[in-house]
């Protein structure tokens, strides 16, 4: 993350601000632009979201464009494809990332395939926030990492950003795009701070992802919450004389491995991180994509360093079971013993 | 253990049944009402003879579309049988600016709302999954997922209710958004929650349900112990049951909620008491669960018999206007035969066309991969 926050002290609009405030920032930015932006969900009203995301836009925008919703998730989604199909760009907030389910069958049995069931003559231009991942201490349906099931579905783009700039540009970047898109943020990387300058260019379009460390001996693939426990072990590596790439994949759909591909090239070894259940998961993908790309550069399997295939566990042992700086250490290892 | 369902504590459940708005009896007695004559009054016989027209000609596009499937020119038709009249009084009550979801029954809806007849065969063929463009006639694509459009309704309403189209006193702008859906439709979760997010919002959508008293195989008191239209009074807007048979009344009482949902007065539900005559869909066989007995009782209430009793008694027309119907039905049903098998398959890598507004360029590189698969048999045969 180090290289996306290039905070210059002399423009007048940069910030310092936490991936919450960013988001906010983000959507008004992007309400102030498009009055057909729409905010929709439970509490993301007056109480501006159970996590402030939205904090402050109901008063400055009104209830005609934040809306407090009834408690269902289906309902926000399917309204929300309505509300596309009449011109509107809805922004839904699903409260946690296990609530989404109720509103999986509107998000992949219409919103992912109205443009195509259309022949292309229908757009919704749907973004869908969702907050995920655990590490918080929460009680079930709290702390899930559901990505996959959207990654694997045609139709949708999914994202997730892992820092405040990112935050703040990918939103807007994703609300002006006519797919529908599935955007996660990583909630408990949701007070990390950094300073930026809110009016500059985003550094990157959406579907990129980026190298964030540069080594030589492993590249580690990863996204989101990951992002930071990744590099935090590059930081605890290199004391050991081990240099790591690190990459933020920030898209999920579509992939942009041409970063891992370069990297892995040069390294001969990668290591996929993400709190997600292993089996099926984006690791999974990412893989396979490199073994057909890189075969004749691979001195190592691919490693999988990820949540368990279990369900998400009690918080007292989500700290077992969620991918830290000693695991992800390991999985470096264990591509290195090869 | 068998659970005695059927058991209730209110009696018998005939004599709870509630009265039907009828204003054409299935002898074709017209029946004066006091409130729903005045929302028709309009009505000219020459619009009488239209609407008959309506009715002969979307059961003509149906029965064509049932041999067609017969013939394996469509993989599966689902056959309107019966509900004409619902979705012919619903639909001739629509304005141009008015917007209808339906779901993929509704036939004769996209013929009121001017969508061509072949376009409706090319989901059943399997050639596309919807073929006209849902701004042109204000006719969204059909929805096979039970329910779900009706939440689409329900948005699309709320986003009319932004613009401002409603209440104006504008006949022109004031808009209405209709959602059909089916009694089995209503134990779905999205249709409750479309009630909830209609009536919470004061949204201008009217729920037309057309209660055929099937889902596949499973009566109405699988899904309901009270009439549907009574579901409405607990999310807090007016029901009603209207004779899903009769013409007349679905068109009068179809222009009373939808001028309500334009005048900013929010939701209605209808529940167009009809039967499916069909099958489910060609698929189908409702010989299985119900009883022939049913079918007869129902046919007496034909929703096209007791218009064209009234126009004869009233001698409201001449053999010369059925002649001519009798003409235009088998030119239309000729025509869509002929368009049918004319329907051309789409070319293999079509499908990677509109995934996205902006396709990945992994999907790009899955076409290319697919366009060479099929071209590598090209080759094999071309010089031989």
Redesign the interface.
Known sequence: MTDTTPASAEKPASARLTVVKAINAGLRRSMENDDKVLVMGEDVGKLGGVFRVTDGLQKDFGE?RVID??L?E??I????????????RPVCEIQFDGFVF?GY??IV??VA???????????LPIVIRIPYGGGIGAVEHHSESPEAYFAHT??L?VVSCSNPVDAYWMIQQSIT???PVVFFEPKRRYYEKAEFDLDAEPELPL?SSRVVNQGTDATVATYGPMVKTCMEAAAAAAEDGRSLDVIDLRTL???DLEPVYQSVRRTGRLVVVHEAQRTLGIGTEVAARVTEECFYSLESPVIRVTGYDTPYPPARVEDDYLPDLDRVLDGVDRALSY | MTVDTAATSTGDPAAREPELVQLLTPEGQRVPHEYYDTLIEDITAEDIRGLYRDLVLSRRIDSEAVALQRQGELGLWASMLGQEAAQVGSGRALRPQDHAFPTYREHAVAWCRGVEATQLLGLFRGV????W???ENNF??Y?I?IG?Q??????????????GAIGTGDPERDTAVIAYFGDGATSQ??VN??F??AS?NNAPVVFFCQNNQWAISEPLERQTRVPLYRRAHGFGFPGLRVDGNDVLACLAVSREALQRARDGEGPSLIEAFTYRMGAHTTTDDPTRYRLAADLEHWRLKDPIERVKAYLVRGDLVDQQFFDDLDAESEELAGNLRTACRALPDPEPTSIF??????P????LAQRDEMAQYLDSFAEQEGPR
């Open positions: 005609d919703t009834p269902a289906s309902g989604i399917g309204t929300a494809v309505g509300l596309a199909l009449r011109g509107y109720p069958d509107q049995t219409q395939k109205m443009h195509f069931r259309s022949g292309g003559r229908l757009r045609p139709g783009k795009t006519d797919d579907h759909s579509p992939l | 596309d999954q919807g073929s463009d849902p701004r969204h694509l929805t997922v779900a009706t939440l689409h309704a329900t948005g699309y309403a709320m986003g009319v209710q932004r613009d979760g999205d929650e479309a909830i997010w919470v066309e509109h995934v996205y507004v902006e990945p360029p992994t999907l």
